[in-house]
């Protein structure tokens, strides 16, 4: 009996024992959790206190004691010219915003602005270079002392702000610098080199086109001269004027003779009907009609013939030759008028053309510092910190409950 009796007694004290087991377990978890809940409160507030308050802290001091001010000068600029297409360019701007030449002079500008060279002429002008490396200055401030020369320009561009409106054309230039009279010193001096690159670009144009006409009208004034001499040569070698006056001449005392042949002609047969053949009369008008037959011979071999006793040249030749040469005269002369026209019409059109950089707006000498911008800088980190912070409280949090 007793045999039979003990297994559910066995399994009842087996049974009390787990039961125990149990309880304490739980009372463990109860003792952990009421330990974390005791300690809980101050975690929080010693992570706040280092990861936001302690960083809010050191930069506030930071932008209190010891940063930089950075001060803003700005102005205004237009870029206009004076040519006849102005009044065009601008009545068709109200159709068209932005429409015209004065728009890409202005790019052009806002370019130069923020090129390497104004940096470099501002560096070799005012010592821009060594001016951000001063150590008056904070150090996240100020250019890096080992700074390259690419540092640099990506430091002069991050101190700048140039814009430009393409309905009205201005272009807007504002410049920081540590001192306000430092900055106003910034912005007249890329005025005055921003009109000297404005005015070079158009004087180059210019000057290119009215350098091309000046040469043709050069090689117009040699070919011209070249036409003269050649002229010159050849009265003097033939030794005749002009060969067309003389062939008119020529022909005129030709007809001339003729006529009076035909005249001692007409006499001579009119004499025969009544005189002898070898009368005096007779005998006379015919040595006169042989010496004009003569004459007429050798006026017309100094026309068209060619001597026997000189071999001069035709003379028909030498008026071939010479309408010629004054063909090519009057076509250098017409190319040297043509020259003095474009050269004219040039100098006219280049000077229309001519670029100048007007100041709306005189740079401004700030009262101010502009940068940094403490508040909204100081709210943007506290936004940021209490951000991270939250990320990783969250991350904290569920990491512990995968572990539980």
Known sequence: ?????????????????????????????????????????????????????LPLLVVSGYYLFWVSDRYISATQLIVKDNGSNQSVSSSLGFLVPGMGTDNQDAFLVVNYIQSLDMALYLDEQLGLAEYYQSERYDTFSRLAADASQED????????????????????????????????????????????????????????????????????????????KQEILDFQNSNQVVSPEELTKGISAIIQGLEAKLAELRAKLTAAKTYLHSDSSQVVSLQAEINSLEQQIQSEKVRLVGVSEEGGE?????????????????????????????????ARMEASGKLKHLMVVSQPSLAEEAEYPHKLYNLASLAIILLLIYGIGKMLVASIRDHRV
Do not use: C
């Open 1 to 53: 009996m007793d045999a039979v009796e003990n297994p559910p007694a066995a399994e009842k004290a087996s049974g009390q024992n787990r039961a125990a087991k149990t309880a304490r377990a739980l009372l463990r978890k109860l003792s952990r959790s009421s330990v974390a809940a005791h300690s809980s409160p101050a975690k929080p507030w010693l992570g706040l206190a280092l990861f936001v308050v």
């Open 152 to 227: 640099y320009l990506e430091f002069y561009r991050s101190h700048i702000a140039v814009g430009h409106d393409e309905t009205t054309g201005i272009v807007s230039i504002e410049m920081q610098a540590f001192e306000p009279a430092f900055a106003k010193r910034l912005v007249e001096t890329v005025i005055r080199k921003s009109e000297d690159f404005v005015n070079a670009i158009s004087n180059q144009l210019a000057d290119k086109q009215v350098a091309f006409v000046r040469k043709e009208l050069e090689l117009a004034q040699t070919k011209l001269r070249t036409s």
């Open 313 to 345: 040249e035709r003379l028909n030749s030498l008026n071939a030759h010479f309408q010629n040469l004054q063909l090519e005269l009057q076509f250098a002369m017409d190319a040297y008028q043509a020259s003095l026209t474009a050269l004219e019409s």
